[in-house]
T-cell receptor, first 115, second 112 residues
Framework: GAVVSQHPSWVICKSGTSVKIECRSL??????MFWYRQFPKQSLMLMAT?????????EQGVEKDKFLINHASLTLSTLTVTSAHPEDSSFYIC???????????FGPGTRLTVL | QKEVEQDPGPLSVPEGAIVSLNCTYS??????FMWYRQYSRKGPELLMY????GNKEDGRFTAQVDKSSKYISLFIRDSQPSDSATYLC????????????FGIGTKLQVIP
């Protein structure tokens, strides 16, 4: 099946700093990638849809200036959490759509802890 | 009312049991239905994918979709301790790059 990687797998940072998370499709090209956030015992919450070569589409309530998304190529999307605060601590997961069937393949996730 | 309802469990079963996991939904426009397995601190892994109503089998896993009842199921035969994970149902309206709606996930524990 399609493989999606994420880097880093975990990160700890100080409040006020920015953190970049990379999402790569390893064996396929992904025109569309998705960024999710997952809190403990909760389901995946879609943050934004990332399209290669264009601006990301953010879900209602997600601050676009805080969560910067760049989909620079067909195999790489990045999420930058700017001026991170403890409430941004969460599990961030990306996924890639392999085609017309809406079947998404997920990365392993990145656990962000903001001190 | 949530678009997708799923009992979070936890569900504990003995090894070898048949497991039944279910989701109900309210949006009759959903046509694509998926089941994902998520181990703790990992990203979800696609298990099954079906289009419209019907059954689909893959090894020990069987997915069923009943669009008339807006009800989907995942059956796991001969459950193993390695099946212990959270199972998320997911669904979408149409093909293409459309939003997928996830259930909250059911935590399953298979006891040796």
């Amino acid at each position: 099946g399609a493989v999606v990687s994420q880097h880093p797998s975990w990160v700890i940072c100080k409040s006020g700093t920015s953190v970049k998370i990379e999402c790569r499709s390893l064996d396929f090209q992904a025109t569309t990638m998705f960024w999710y956030r997952q809190f403990p015992k909760q389901s995946l919450m879609l943050m934004a849809t990332s399209n290669e070569g264009s601006k990301a589409t953010y879900e209602q309530g997600v601050e676009k200036d805080k969560f910067l998304i760049n989909h620079a190529s067909l195999t790489l999307s990045t999420l930058t959490v700017t001026s991170a605060h403890p409430e941004d601590s969460s599990f961030y997961i990306c996924s890639a759509d392999v085609g017309i069937t809406d079947t998404q393949y997920f990365g392993p996730g990145t656990r962000l802890t903001v001190l | 009312q949530k678009e997708v309802e799923q009992d979070p469990g936890p569900l504990s079963v003995p090894e070898g049991a048949i497991v039944s996991l279910n989701c109900t939904y309210s949006n009759s426009a959903f046509q694509y239905f998926m089941w994902y397995r998520q181990y703790s601190r990992k990203g979800p892994e696609l298990l099954m994918y079906t289009y419209s109503s019907g059954n689909k089998e893959d090894g020990r896993f069987t997915a069923q979709v009943d669009k008339s009842s807006k009800y989907i199921s995942l059956f796991i035969r001969d459950s193993q301790p390695s099946d212990s994970a959270t199972y998320l149902c997911a669904m979408s309206v149409s093909g293409g790059y459309q939003k997928v709606t996830f259930g909250i996930g059911t935590k399953l524990q298979v006891i040796p």
